[in-house]
């Protein structure tokens, strides 16, 4: 498929800046639509036909992938350069289980960090996206 990644968002977010980040990173052109405060989860619940509540929401390859960390890594297997993650075994499966870590430069020469700690659900709570394994 050849169109233009849509990422659907809520303009002031963490989780969402994260995404945002990791898409102007890589240089990917794409297409942000900026969803209502209030309604935001209708509309998640809708683009992904109920898997997900939350935004970020990256429309890819005809593909919605909802939570940020796995927007993240589908960006990693579509657009692989520059990589977000470290490119070492050892560092890159440390980084996946403790957190997402990455320096990218950016067009000044400097570098750039996304990081983000990977803790579980407390027992018996519901997951905002279902993890695929």
Known sequence: MNTRP????????????????????????HERRALVPG???AVA????????????ILELDGRRIGDSTAIIRALEERYP??????????????SRTSSTKSSAPTSGGSSFTISTATVPPPRGS???CPRRR
């Open 126 to 128: 519901r997951h905002r």
């Open 45 to 56: 619940l809708a683009l992904t036909r109920g898997r997900c509540y939350t935004s970020p």
């Open 39 to 41: 309604y935001h989860m």
């Open 81 to 94: 350069q520059p990589p977000l993650y470290p490119t070492e075994p050892v560092e890159r499966s440390s």
């Open 6 to 29: 849509i990422l659907w968002h809520i303009e002031i977010s963490h989780y969402n800046e994260k995404a945002r980040w990791a898409l102007d990173l890589k240089g990917v052109e």
